[in-house]
């Protein structure tokens, strides 16, 4: 089992109507995904829309689902920016709250090179050495690669212990697994990907698909590990339409979409993000009731 577990899921930010946080329905939906196959929670990451919320928006959803879940599942907070000076702040208030780690998405838009990613993290690294950090690499949204070599380098600081990837690359990770030191784990950035990255040596998932049927997932990990390897196939197999509905348009605004349709009251995505077109919107819900989903209208 990784340091923070199998199963963490990458925590949609609710919003009233006002599109202002609901910090109540944070905590209510932090509770509803650790009693439904969660291991931990992460707090403002891409799912959670961080790229909206401003700095003591994050910090007060750091405080209310550590508050809401933290005496039994990991709370691990966003504090990754495209600015260093302001991730290090952020981990450090992190640290200061007593989250159990925080995660740091590779710089976007400025296109650091690999010696400056290797610094920027290294950095918020050193600004907070007791708390354990994970790395993200998901180049889709920061058009730059983190390359294994550089995690590598990465994972000989003390307090950096993983990395979320989602390059959609398996070979990518094995060879990041191949590389870095015993005992860093690589949880995979993509659901549909968690089995294979499992079986190079990945130690769980960073999920979107987790709010939904986190407890399935555990089983199809658990099943893996038991080694009941057709099980876990079968389960994965089975979890694929619900994977790739989740992705039918840009995160998080398909599975904000799903959580809203499970009866949670998540409400709708902030500006420059609109909330999924009808037809999308079916395909989600379709997906949803052929796994068997409650799925209101």
């Known amino acids: ?20 946080v609901a910090y109540d329905k944070a905590a209510e939906l932090a509770a509803y995904l650790v009693d439904h196959g969660n291991d931990g929670l992460v707090v403002a990451g891409s799912t959670g829309e961080a790229a909206t919320l401003t700095d003591q ?36 208030e992190a640290a200061r709250i007593g989250l159990h780690g925080a995660m740091l998405v590779a710089p976007y838009y400025n296109k650091p090179s690999q010696e400056g990613l290797y610094r920027h993290f290294a950095t918020a690294a050193a600004a907070a050495p007791d708390l354990p950090l994970i790395v993200y690499n998901v180049p889709g949204r920061t058009a730059v690669n983190l390359l294994p070599e550089t995690v590598q380098r990465l994972a000989e600081v003390e307090n950096i212990v993983a990395v979320k990837e989602a390059s959609g690359n398996l070979e990518q ?13 690589l949880y995979s950035g993509d659901d549909a990907l968690t089995l294979p990255a499992l079986a190079v ?26 080694g009941d390897l057709d099980r876990a196939r079968q389960l994965h197999l089975g979890l694929l339409p619900v994977f790739r509905a989740m992705f039918v348009a840009t995160n998080p605004t398909p599975v904000k979409a799903a959580v809203n349709m499970l009866g949670l009251e998540a409400g709708d995505v902030r500006l420059p993000l609109v909330a999924p077109g009808a037809d999308d919107l079916e395909k989600i819900r379709a997906a949803m009731r052929k796994f068997g989903l409650p799925v209101s209208k």
Not at 74 to 90: E, F, H, M, P, Q
Not at 209 to 224: N, P, T, Y
Request: a positive charge; charged letters at 25%; proline letters at 2%.
């Open 201 to 226: 040596g990945g130690r769980g998932v960073i999920s979107v698909a987790g709010h939904i049927v986190g407890r399935e997932i555990k089983a199809m990990i658990a099943a893996f590990f038991a």
């Open 57 to 92: 928006e994050r910090l007060k959803l750091f405080e209310t689902v550590l508050d809401a879940v933290g005496d039994r599942a990991c709370v691990i907070g966003g504090t990754g920016t495209n600015d260093t000076a302001k991730s290090v702040r952020l981990t450090r």
């Open 173 to 185: 990770m094995s060879e990041i697994i191949r590389i870095a030191p015993d005992g860093f784990d």
């Open 1 to 20: 089992m990784g340091k923070f577990g199998q199963v963490l899921t990458a925590m949609v930010t609710p919003f009233d109507k006002n599109m202002a």
